[in-house]
């Protein structure tokens, strides 16, 4: 008898799941395609004379408009569980991932600096290329939609990765110039997408690691005017490689300390708690883990 009700909870668990996961889908899917067509051109006429065609207010305001509902639905399905936790904005060994992202990022951003002739310290543009495109982007895509998969409807890594990394390719695609730039934009930044992803969970499901990188890599770029869009060149892209490498480095680095792994080979492809002990960390756990940061 135990075993039949066993039984019938897990069914009702992974059912709860793929409906939880329909529902997250169907969401992501209405704002990305959907809401832009609700916003107004009035609204961002508004906007830019408040902030001077800064683009400042207008970029915020746009991803809140545009990706609110996925933000309220994600917290929404997984109410049982804190709204900075879904989202991946629990704060414990934040200051350290900050520090560990600037030292990964120094490499190519002296790399970039002797590449360069150029110089922009724009405000507005790092404050929207940079700061705006890492902090949404990664709690977007990462948190609400892929980590949301991944860790609380037990997707496997792969499944959930590709997903979250080849929509945040394709918005990408823009900045090809022709069909194969624009590929090998798309390759790229999906690529870039699943590296994001794995330091997501790596890091405790938590987005600080990530989401630093994301920006000081954004911003060197950007700083310093490098060429060739998403795909760069062929020096930036050794250069950008050395902060790829360091961030693994630190991941490795915390594993030796003790940090469990969260992405194995058991959770690939589905990420079953019986396989993946870690899945749901208790509290005890939680906090232990600032001890590896």
Same mark, same amino acid.
């Given at each position: 008898m135990l075993s039949v009700n066993f039984k019938f909870h897990i069914k009702q668990v992974y059912m709860n799941h793929i409906i939880k996961s329909l529902v997250l889908l169907t969401t992501f899917m209405f704002c990305h395609y959907l809401m832009r067509e609700f916003w107004g051109d009035s609204w961002s006429d508004v906007l830019l004379r408040l902030d001077q065609q800064s683009y400042v207010l207008h970029t915020? %305001? =746009?991803?809140?408009?545009?990706?609110g509902p996925l933000i309220l639905v994600?917290?929404?399905?997984?109410?049982?569980? *804190?709204?900075y936790d879904v989202l991946g904005l629990n704060v414990a060994g934040s200051q350290h991932y900050f520090l560990a992202a600037v030292a990964c990022c120094i490499p190519m951003t002296l790399g970039y600096a002797?590449?360069?002739?150029?110089?922009?310290?724009s405000l507005s543009a790092i404050i929207t290329g940079s700061i705006y495109a890492g902090v949404f982007e990664e709690i977007i895509f990462r948190a609400a939609l892929f980590g949301v998969l991944f860790h609380y409807c037990r997707w496997g890594f792969i *499944? @959930?990765? !590709?997903?979250?990394?080849?929509?945040?390719?394709?918005?990408?695609? #823009?900045?090809?110039?022709?069909?194969?730039?624009?590929?090998? @934009?798309?390759? &790229?930044?999906?690529?870039? +997408?699943?590296?994001? %992803?794995?330091? $997501?969970?790596?890091?405790? #499901?938590r987005i600080w690691?990530? /989401?630093? /990188?994301?920006?000081? /890599?954004n911003a060197a770029y950007g700083i310093f005017g /490098?060429?060739? +869009? %998403?795909?760069?060149?062929?020096?930036?892209?050794?250069?950008?490689?050395t902060s790829i490498i360091?961030? &693994?480095? $630190?991941?490795?680095?915390?594993?030796?300390? +003790?940090?469990?792994?969260?992405?194995?080979?058991?959770?690939?492809?589905?990420?079953?708690?019986?396989?993946? *002990?870690?899945?749901? *960390?208790? =509290?005890?756990?939680?906090? !232990?883990?600032?001890? $590896?940061?």
């Open positions: 915020v %305001a =746009k991803y809140l408009f545009i990706y994600a917290t929404f399905l997984f109410k049982e569980h *804190p709204w002797f590449l360069s002739s150029e110089l922009n310290l *499944p @959930a990765a !590709l997903i979250s990394s080849i929509i945040f390719g394709l918005g990408h695609i #823009y900045q090809g110039h022709d069909v194969i730039s624009a590929v090998m @934009a798309l390759s &790229i930044t999906a690529i870039a +997408g699943t590296w994001f %992803a794995w330091l $997501y969970c790596e890091c405790g #499901y690691f990530p /989401m630093f /990188m994301h920006i000081f /890599m /490098m060429s060739g +869009g %998403a795909a760069g060149d062929l020096e930036g892209n050794l250069f950008k490689a360091l961030s &693994i480095v $630190y991941v490795y680095m915390l594993v030796r300390k +003790g940090k469990p792994r969260q992405v194995t080979f058991a959770s690939l492809w589905h990420n079953n708690p019986k396989t993946n *002990p870690n899945l749901e *960390p208790t =509290k005890q756990n939680t906090h !232990l883990e600032s001890n $590896y940061v």
